[in-house]
């Protein structure tokens, strides 16, 4: 069984609609389906999902992320996104609303778009190949950081202004998280990762 998929933080859920433009819905879904045919979001033979795309929400540190257990859905809905309208690294708490828990990684995208306001969109991903390729190569978090913890957040943040957009997550195996000023942009820096294998 993957140690990937199940939220590890104090969600706070409301369910409920939340405000999401045609626009930022068509341009996440465009990128996300790029990074879903080429395998780096989807679903194991065991039934859990990963990877997921998030984008912030104009100045603020809000931001929609592709909610939980949705990896394995080729094409989202509104209904399969998240709105995360607030979070407490220290306190480990999400704070989301949507018909869709907010995606069991939504704390590392909350340490990336509080550390460094540039950040605009992240993406996480999952590949064996790319990780081994580029584990310790690239910036990568410490093993004994576990993917939805204070202590991978924290990690996260130390790096997300030393690193040139790309962080492996050296305790979440296959995981790795890129994030640019566009959703375009951290999709490419993935994509052009996944090129060199």
Same mark, same amino acid.
């Given at each position: 069984?993957? %140690?990937?998929?199940y939220?590890?933080?104090?969600?706070?859920?409301?369910?409920?609609n939340?405000?999401?433009?045609?626009?930022?819905?068509?341009?996440?879904?465009?990128?996300?389906?790029?990074?879903?045919?080429?395998? =780096?979001?989807?679903?194991?033979?065991?039934?859990?999902?990963?990877?997921?795309?998030?984008?912030?929400?104009?100045?603020? %540190?809000?931001?929609?992320?592709?909610?939980?257990a949705?990896?394995?859905?080729?094409? =989202?809905?509104?209904? $399969?996104?998240?709105?995360?309208?607030?979070?407490?690294?220290?306190?480990?708490?999400?704070?989301?609303?949507?018909?869709?828990?907010?995606?069991?990684?939504?704390?590392?995208?909350a340490?990336?778009?509080?550390?460094?306001?540039?950040?605009?969109?992240?993406?996480?991903?999952?590949h064996?190949?790319?990780?081994?390729?580029? =584990? $310790? %190569?690239?910036?990568?978090?410490?093993?004994? /950081?576990?993917?939805?913890?204070?202590?991978?957040? $924290?990690?996260?943040k130390?790096?997300?202004?030393?690193?040139?957009?790309?962080?492996?997550?050296?305790?979440?195996?296959?995981?790795?998280?890129s994030?640019?000023?566009?959703?375009?942009? /951290?999709? %490419?820096?993935?994509?052009?990762?996944?090129?060199? =294998?």
């Open positions: 069984m993957h %140690n990937e998929g939220i590890k933080f104090d969600l706070q859920w409301e369910k409920a939340f405000i999401f433009p045609d626009k930022l819905f068509l341009e996440m879904n465009l990128f996300r389906k790029r990074l879903f045919d080429l395998g =780096l979001i989807g679903m194991y033979s065991d039934g859990i999902g990963f990877g997921n795309v998030s984008i912030r929400i104009g100045d603020t %540190n809000l931001f929609i992320i592709s909610g939980s949705t990896g394995s859905i080729p094409n =989202l809905s509104k209904e $399969n996104y998240s709105l995360v309208t607030g979070f407490d690294i220290d306190k480990n708490t999400i704070y989301c609303q949507g018909n869709t828990a907010a995606s069991s990684e939504s704390m590392s995208h340490a990336l778009y509080k550390s460094n306001q540039k950040i605009n969109a992240v993406v996480h991903v999952h064996k190949k790319l990780w081994e390729k580029y =584990l $310790n %190569n690239l910036p990568t978090t410490p093993k004994n /950081a576990e993917y939805g913890t204070t202590e991978m957040a $924290n990690e996260i130390k790096l997300a202004n030393a690193s040139e957009g790309v962080i492996i997550m050296g305790g979440h195996e296959e995981g790795i998280v994030f640019g000023t566009t959703l375009e942009e /951290a999709t %490419n820096r993935i994509i052009k990762l996944y090129n060199t =294998l």
